[in-house]
C-alpha cells in the first residue's frame, strides 16, 4: 500500500510541494554542508586548532559535520523517515554505535602512533 513521504526537512522547518522540491533542498542542503567542509578543510581556521577532547575543534566539526550528512543521506534519500519506528531505532543506534566506537579506535591508534613517532619507542608489544 502506497502512502505519501514526508515533504519537510530540518524537523519541520522546511517544507516542499512535491517530492521532486524535497530532493533538491536536501540536495541543497548536504551542498552547503559539503562547501562549509571543504572552505573549513582549505583555510583551517586558527581559531579552530585548539585541543578538545583529544583533538582539534576543527576535526570534531568535520566529524560532526560528517554525522549530520549522512544522517539527511539516509533519512532523505534511503526514506528511513517513511520507517516503523523499531527499524529506525535498529538502524541508528547500530549506525551510532558503530560511528563511536570508530573514533574510539582512531584516536587511540592514532594516539599510539604519535607517541610512537614522538617518543621513538614502542609502548605495546604484542
Known sequence: MAHAHKLEILRGLIKFKSNTQKIWGVLILLSIITTVEVILGIYKPESLSGHFL???????????????KAYYITWDFMHMRDEVPSLKRMVVWTAVFL??????ILLQEGGYIHDVYH????????
Not at 583529544?54 to 549530520?68: D, H
Open 119 to 126: 617518543n621513538g619507542y614502542i609502548k605495546f608489544d604484542f
Open 99 to 104: 560511528i563511536i566506537y570508530l573514533v574510539f
Open 54 to 68: 583529544g583533538m582539534k575543534a576543527l576535526n570534531w566539526i568535520f566529524i560532526i559535520l560528517t554525522i549530520v
